[in-house]
Nanobody
Framework: VQLQASGGGLAQAGGSLRLSCAAS????????IGWFRQVPGEVREWVAC????????YYADSVNGRFTISSDNAKNTLYLQMNSLKPEDTAVYYC??????????????????WGQGTLVTVSS
């Protein structure tokens, strides 16, 4: 299994970026997939996830209404459209697969897969 994230970079506050995650070695339809982010020295936190089989999505409160997660199952690619970016969105963003999704806990990666990170920097 491989997850290759891309699309990070520098944006101004209020701007937009779109992250992509190309997956190989497994079929999207069978998994919940999503995005996490981590600031150096802090705990990695979940951002958004989607159930590929039924399209159910969860968003962290901090990004709800600004970020949109989507997937193209035919291309085995996951996306994260990030609008109205804020400096506090600055972090390394990771895509992940084989997640546990619940209303109580959001998106959790117990024993799933991680991609390499892509850095997003938002300037004020």
């Amino acid at each position: 299994v491989q997850l290759q994230a891309s699309g990070g970079g520098l944006a101004q506050a209020g701007g937009s970026l779109r992250l992509s995650c190309a997956a190989s070695g497994f079929t999207f339809d069978d998994y919940a997939i999503g995005w996490f982010r981590q600031v150096p020295g802090e705990v990695r936190e979940w951002v958004a996830c989607i159930s590929s089989s039924d399209g159910i999505t969860y968003y962290a409160d901090s990004v709800n209404g600004r970020f949109t997660i989507s997937s193209d199952n035919a291309k085995n690619t996951l996306y994260l459209q990030m609008n109205s970016l804020k400096p506090e969105d600055t972090a390394v963003y990771y895509c992940a697969a084989d997640l546990f999704m619940s209303r109580a806990y959001g998106c959790v990666n117990y024993n799933g897969y991680w991609g390499q990170g892509t850095l997003v920097t938002v300037s004020s």
